[in-house]
């Protein structure tokens, strides 16, 4: 069963940076896609981003494309999701997830998912 473990989370004024980690253990990482979502306060769970399992092929939401970033690093099983240009209404508790199969398809719904992480919590302030 994998395990995921996100880092990185913060309060940062608008404007700023934050980079979110992703660890994974307990299986071949390398050979996932990966995902992050994320969860608003008295909202639904969205997609924000994915990545194939080579890291050569990325997916976007429309609300952070040009600002954000995922990259993944499969020497170290990890996932990571740079957040640049960070504005108020990206507060939110960040979540990595990991489908139960492996394939080159980049997934962009919360139920191709099997494994979640515990979520690390990121606050813009204005």
């Known amino acids: 069963q994998v395990q995921l473990v996100e880092s990185g989370g913060g309060l940062v004024q608008a404007g700023g940076s934050l980079r979110l980690s992703c660890a994974a253990s307990g299986r071949t990482f390398s050979t996932y896609t990966m995902g992050w979502f994320r969860q608003a306060p008295g909202k639904e769970r969205e997609f924000v981003a994915t990545i194939n399992w080579s890291g050569g092929s990325t997916y976007y939401a429309d609300s952070v494309k040009g600002r954000f970033t995922i990259s993944r690093d499969n020497a170290k099983n990890t996932v990571y999701l740079q957040l640049n240009s960070l504005k108020p209404e990206d507060t939110a508790v960040y979540y990595c997830?990991?489908?139960?199969?492996?394939?080159?398809?980049?997934?962009?719904?919360?139920?191709?998912?099997?494994?979640w992480g515990q979520g690390t919590q990121v606050t813009v302030s204005s």
């Open positions: 997830a990991a489908p139960g199969y492996s394939g080159t398809y980049l997934l962009v719904h919360s139920y191709e998912y099997e494994t």
